[in-house]
């Protein structure tokens, strides 16, 4: 009993530490998704490249394809660019761009000048598309597969670990 | 004169002043019911602000949205369940009561239960104890106190 008395505070400490612990290696930026196992929202938004051509959600069915949210302004797109682009070269999947709350001009010399990646970007200028994915912090990615169905969410850039070891298994998963 | 000039002035700019802090939408009534709302949503780009309170492009737009919203006849209710179909629970300021959020919402109770409990039971303890398991009450000024009337006697 006279023991309980030093091992109970000790106890409490070390489940506090654990809690803490836990607590500093998650990111509070990093919100869970609702959407997904969800199917994905519709839109039909205009090409970046070209205004007259509008591209919808039932275009994309049957196949399953990347969509990243980008935008000229957006500083970490520019460090996630580069994977993408790689990515795109091993031609895996479709990649297409969501041109979040861009201007046109500003979009498309972006690409030119660090590379297109994408088989199309979808200009998104108010950002309506964006909210009923839910975006929030530019860049995202998601994976939607041949049902239109999101299957994976990507908050922040992609780093080619990611590619790696969460994108490529899982497009293998539902391609296969 | 020229006082009279001065405060006139100053009238007139003040009321112009006045006239631009009218709120820019038509509607107060709408504008109060968006504002109520987006005081309970969290903005996720600046996480401790709401989307009322909040500057981002983010809260600016779903200002926007809700404000559309409620002019296509949403109630307040549909404006936060579309909110959260997008961002999720997160987004509320007041979480609904379910089963991933039952330790938020249960938790700081039963800690307080907890607490007032083991309180409860050391003080009950204690009153159970004799009178010599406690140290005296006498402090240290009670000590200064009888030496001090013992110098009186002294003297």
């Given at each position: 009993m006279k023991n309980l008395r030093f091992i109970l505070p000790l106890a409490i400490f070390v489940v506090l530490v654990g809690f803490l612990a836990v607590g500093l290696r998650?990111?509070?930026?990093?919100v869970p998704s609702p959407l997904i196992g969800k199917p994905a929202p519709g839109f039909a938004l205009a090409r970046l490249d070209d205004a007259g051509k509008t591209i919808r959600?039932?275009?994309?069915?049957g196949k399953v394809w990347m969509l990243n949210v980008w935008a000229?302004?957006?500083?970490?797109c520019r460090d996630e660019h580069p994977h993408l682009v790689a990515f795109a070269r091993t031609k895996q999947m479709p990649i297409y761009g969501l041109?979040?709350?861009?201007a046109r001009n500003d979009g498309l010399a972006w690409l030119a000048r660090f590379g297109d990646p994408y088989d199309a970007s979808l200009f998104d200028q108010d950002g309506r598309v964006g909210i009923d994915f839910g975006?929030?912090?530019?860049?995202e990615t998601f994976i939607i597969d041949?049902?239109?169905?999101?299957?994976f969410k990507q908050i922040g850039p992609v780093t080619p670990e990611i590619i790696q070891t969460r994108i490529v298994p899982l497009l293998k998963e539902l391609n296969g | 004169m020229a006082r009279w000039c001065l405060l006139l002035c100053i009238l007139v700019s003040m009321a112009v002043t006045a006239k631009e802090?009218?709120?820019?939408?038509?509607?107060p009534v709408l504008e109060a019911r968006m504002q109520s709302i987006a005081a309970e949503?969290?903005?996720?780009?600046?996480?401790?602000?709401?989307i009322a309170d909040s500057h981002s492009g983010l809260a600016e737009d779903l200002r926007r949205e809700v404000r559309d919203q409620l002019r296509r006849g949403a109630s307040d209710e549909q404006v936060v369940q579309y909110m959260t179909d997008r961002?999720?629970?997160?987004?509320?300021?007041r979480p609904p009561f379910k089963a991933s959020t039952l330790v938020l919402w249960v938790g700081p109770v039963l800690l307080l239960v907890a607490g007032l409990a083991i309180l409860a039971i050391v003080l009950r303890r204690r009153t159970k104890?004799?009178?010599?398991q406690f140290e005296p009450d006498e402090g240290e000024w009670v000590d200064e106190a009888t030496e001090l009337k013992a110098g009186e006697r002294k003297s």
């Open positions: 998650l990111d509070p930026r990093e959600r039932e275009d994309m069915l000229s302004w957006c500083a970490a041109n979040y709350k861009d975006v929030y912090g530019v860049p041949k049902q239109g169905v999101i299957r | 802090a009218v709120p820019a939408a038509p509607d949503l969290r903005c996720l780009v600046c996480q401790n602000q709401t961002y999720g629970d997160f987004v509320r300021y104890l004799a009178a010599d």
